[in-house]
Nanobody, 126 residues
Framework: QLQLVESGGGLVQPGGSLRLSCAVS????????IGWFRQAPGKEREGISC????????NYADSVKGRFTISRDNAKNTVYLQMNSLKPEDTAVYYC???????????????????WGQGTQVTVSA
């Protein structure tokens, strides 16, 4: 059974860093794309970063480009999101999601992912 579990969220001051983890089970990262999404109160869920199967391609939303980095550890079957230079507007619940990747590309669309984790809260505040 496919399962995704996020961790690593918390409270951080502006300018600080956090690393989110998405531990996956029931699938191989070699065949699935992984996306990170976030949803702030009253806003739609938005895609912020993704990694294709085999890690051959990645993508970032403009709002996080240059500050966030997605990576993976195949041995641990875990995908990470390193978040640096955090801003108050990064405050949201962060989700990881997965879906079968047949073309070696990833997209930041919510509708492109059918399996989701439960989310982890990130709060950026002084």
């Amino acid at each position: 059974q496919l399962q995704l579990v996020e961790s690593g969220g918390g409270l951080v001051q502006p300018g600080g860093s956090l690393r989110l983890s998405c531990a996956v089970s029931g699938l191989s990262l070699d065949y699935y794309r992984i996306g990170w999404f976030r949803q702030a109160p009253g806003k739609e869920r938005e895609g912020i970063s993704c990694l294709s199967s085999r890690g051959s391609s990645s993508n970032y939303a403009d709002s996080v480009k240059g500050r966030f980095t997605i990576s993976r550890d195949n041995a641990k079957n875990t995908v990470y999101l390193q978040m640096n230079s955090l801003k108050p507007e990064d405050t949201a619940v962060y989700y990881c999601a997965a879906d079968r990747d047949l073309i070696g590309l990833c997209v930041l669309s919510v509708t492109a992912y059918r399996s989701w984790g439960q989310g982890t809260q990130v709060t950026v505040s002084a």
